[in-house]
């Protein structure tokens, strides 16, 4: 039997709701949601933030970078709906119990912040989940720091690079998942695909039985799992 690829809301439901907005992040666990991707900063206090970009300009009503303000100074930065700029204690409240996988992205590959893998994985070893985060980063530092941190946690290589020898890479930088931005035949590792909103290339990735699709539309992307 084929085992189903899990289905991420990419950066929560976007062709609904603000990215990673806790309005959008409700939504897609109420309709039963496999998996959340979602991007992690600090403020200049050391407080750890969701949001994608390392400013606030594109998807606020205000400007700058966030590790310039601090935690207090962001609930005033507002989302398209309305909220504040959520903060990863509310999200972690959010999903607390709820049986759906996380993929939590270290936003490290542009701008470093120093601590924030400790202080990330202290509150996630701290909250009820269901199943075991998958922590991602484009910056391989970042996953080497938590990993010398917590061994027994799942880690990520985010690329839009073809790798060569994915399983002995994977094995080298203690891995348990490439998150790549195409399709490569992969053994023994998790492979995560991003980000996939095209129905054809979803159908692709499901006859491939990746271990999980990304995606801005996950409903769309479960309709077409189902008809598989």
Partial sequence: MTIKSLIYGH??????????????????????????????HLTKDGIPVIMHDETVDRTTDATGKIIDYTFQELRHVHLANGEPVPSLAEFLNLVSGEVVHLNLEFKTDRQYYPGIEHTVLRMVKQTDLVYAVVFSSFNLRSLERSYAIDPTQKYAFLTSAHIGNPETFAKAEHLEGLHLEHYQPVHHVSERVWTVDDPDEMRQLFDHAVSAVITNDFELARDVRAAI
């Fill in 11 to 40: 950066r929560g439901v976007p062709v609904k709701f603000p990215e990673n907005s806790l309005a959008g992040f409700a939504y897609a666990i109420s309709r039963h949601v496999d998996g959340l991707e979602f991007d992690v």
